[in-house]
């Protein structure tokens, strides 16, 4: 039982280190989303959007994407004009910078006693923020505007 004031300092440093690090975790998840929303237009006017099988919208149209699918496309249909197919690029968002940026500076003034504990307590937390923004799909941006032209189908 000696050992035991240790034991409760210990897990006082853990708790006062930890609960800061969880209010701020994933900045991309709290501050960008899941998902986003995007405006689709045409020329013309009035195309059916269809995700999969899905009617989605007829533009133009805002529509919400989740940020976590890796492979959206966009199928346009209207009379008279040919269907069009259109794979959305995704890519990193910016706010991925906030994780690794954040995550390592909140052991900055933590009263961690070594450099080697400060850089492992900031690489454990940079992975955690950063796994939670992949895992949620947050750590990654769509389009916010896509224009598609169809064209007239051809009379023979």
């Known amino acids: 039982m000696r050992n ?7 897990a006082l440093r853990v708790l006062l280190v930890c609960v800061p ?3 701020s ?6 501050f960008h989303g899941r998902t986003q929303e995007t405006t689709i237009t045409s020329e013309p006017v009035g195309a059916r959007i269809f995700i999969g099988k899905e009617l989605v919208g007829v533009t133009p149209a805002r529509i919400i994407l989740k940020r976590r699918e890796s492979h959206v496309v966009l199928h346009f249909e209207k ?5 069009e197919e259109l794979a959305l690029k995704r890519s990193f968002s910016g706010w991925i910078a906030a994780d690794i940026g954040l995550g390592a500076a909140q052991f900055a003034n933590q009263g961690l006693a070594s450099q ?3 850089a492992s307590a900031a690489a454990g937390i940079t992975t955690v923020t950063l796994g939670v ?9 769509l389009p916010t505007h896509v224009q598609v032209t169809l064209k007239p189908l ?3």
Not at 4 to 10: I, K, L, T, W
Not at 79 to 83: A, D, I, K, L, R
Not at 133 to 141: E, F, K, P, R, V
């Open 4 to 10: 035991r004031p240790a034991v409760v300092g210990s």
């Open 21 to 23: 690090l969880v209010l």
């Open 154 to 156: 051809q009379l023979r």
């Open 116 to 118: 080697s504990q400060m």
């Open 79 to 83: 009379e008279g004009y040919q269907t």
């Open 25 to 30: 975790t994933a900045c991309a998840t709290v």
């Open 133 to 141: 923004d992949l895992i949620t799909g947050s750590a990654y941006q």
